[in-house]
Structure formats: structure tokens, C-alpha cells
């Protein structure tokens, strides 16, 4: 009966560890140690996802990028992200993304979907400008029809104005 309780014990203790929930409360990410694990200051940056999932990649590098209203450049706030999207694509020779623009919600649908398509196309031009091969690069557009915040404001607008990389 000892042993069965050990067994149970250790069993807890394994399970209880894969569990925990490291996350950042500055919203920094951790980058990629020698080994392939993740660090990153403060202890934050645990790995959590699957090696080339999409958690993965949210958690490495992040998965969007955002712009100012009516634009297409990259900014550089965003060049941050997209150079940790550049060393994930790195390490992950063999996934491919999708990168979908979107836009907020003011605007004609023709206008949206073809300033949804610049973005993702600046994104895709920035990742394959550092050596990411442009045939793992798909891209699409969704211009307002797919936003990530419903309301109408200035803050919600903001939000909706990205460009979103996806394993695919």
C-alpha cells in the first residue's frame, strides 16, 4: 500500500508541474536558449506548446503585428515581433504560415480588403527580406470582416489594424 501511495505521490507531483501556468505580466516574451528551451528575464518565457505549433510560435514570437490607420508600413514596434516571427521560422525549417491582414471596420469593403492585402504582403515582404524562403509564406486578406474586437473605438480599431501570422 506504501508503494502504491508513493507511486500516486510522484505521479501528482510529475502532473502538478506540467501544469503550471509561468506567464509574463509585462507581456515580454523569452527567447530561444541553446537548447532549444526558452528563457527569457525575470524566469518568464516557459515553453508550453508543441515544438512548430501555433502556440508555439504565439508564445516564441507572437503572432500578430499592428498599424496605423490607412497604412501598410511596417513599423518599428512591429519589426520586434517579426524578427522573433524570423528566428521561430528558423528554428522551424519545415512550417509554413499564413499571414492575414485585417483592417478596423471603417471603410468600403474594396478598400479594406486591399489595405488587409498590403499588410499581409509588408509582413511577408519583411519576413523573406531576412532570409524566410517567400514559398512558406502564404497570404490573404479578411480587410474588416474578420475583426478580433467588436466594439467601435479608437482602442478596438486599433486592435483590428494587423497583420496575423498562422501555422498552417
Known sequence: MTRLTLLCAAAGLLLSGCASDVTNPNGAVGAVNGTGG???????GQHRGAPGSQEDLTQYAGDRIYFDTDQSVVT???TATLDRQVQWLKQNPR???WVAGNCDERGT???NLALGQRRAN????YLASRG????RIETISYGKS???DLSSSQEAWAHNRNAITSVR
Do not use: T
Not at 526558452?38 to 518568464?44: E, L, V
Not at 524566410?132 to 514559398?135: A, C, E, K, L
Open 146 to 148: 474578420k475583426p478580433v
Open 132 to 135: 524566410i524562403d517567400g514559398r
Open 122 to 125: 509588408a509582413d511577408r515582404d
Open 95 to 97: 512550417i509554413s504560415v
Open 38 to 44: 526558452y528563457s527569457g528575464a525575470g524566469g518568464y
Open 76 to 78: 518599428g514596434d512591429a
Open 109 to 111: 469593403e474594396e478598400y
